[in-house]
Nanobody, 125 residues
Framework: VQLQASGGGLVQAGESLRLSCVAS????????MAWFRQAPDKAREFVAA????????YYGDSVKGRFTMSRDNVKNTVYLQMDSLKPEDTAVYYC???????????????????WGQGTQVTVSS
């Protein structure tokens, strides 16, 4: 199983980025997919998650209203559209996948079985 995240970069505050994560999962449409992030010396933080059904989508409080997650089950890809970026969004962003996740654990990074390598997002002020 391989998750390949891409799309990170250096932007100024207020700008946008779109992250992508391509998954080599045989039954991708059955997996809950998520994005987490981790800034230096901070714990891994939940960003967003989408169930296999595609609805609803769950967001962390710090990104709600600015970030949008989506999935394309034909392309085995999830996306994270990040708008109105802030310096505090600076982190390494990871995509994660799990097939057996229960709803109450969707924000818990420990519960996810598969992880991508991460992509760096840096927002300058």
């Amino acid at each position: 199983v391989q998750l390949q995240a891409s799309g990170g970069g250096l932007v100024q505050a207020g700008e946008s980025l779109r992250l992508s994560c391509v998954a080599s999962l045989h039954t991708f449409s059955r997996y809950t997919m998520a994005w987490f992030r981790q800034a230096p010396d901070k714990a891994r933080e939940f960003v967003a998650a989408i169930r296999y059904s595609g609805n609803p989508i769950y967001y962390g409080d710090s990104v709600k209203g600015r970030f949008t997650m989506s999935r394309d089950n034909v392309k085995n890809t999830v996306y994270l559209q990040m708008d109105s970026l802030k310096p505090e969004d600076t982190a390494v962003y990871y995509c994660a996948a799990d097939r057996q996740l229960i709803l109450s654990s969707i924000r818990d990074h420990v519960q996810y079985d598969y992880w991508g390598q991460g992509t760096q997002v840096t927002v300058s002020s």
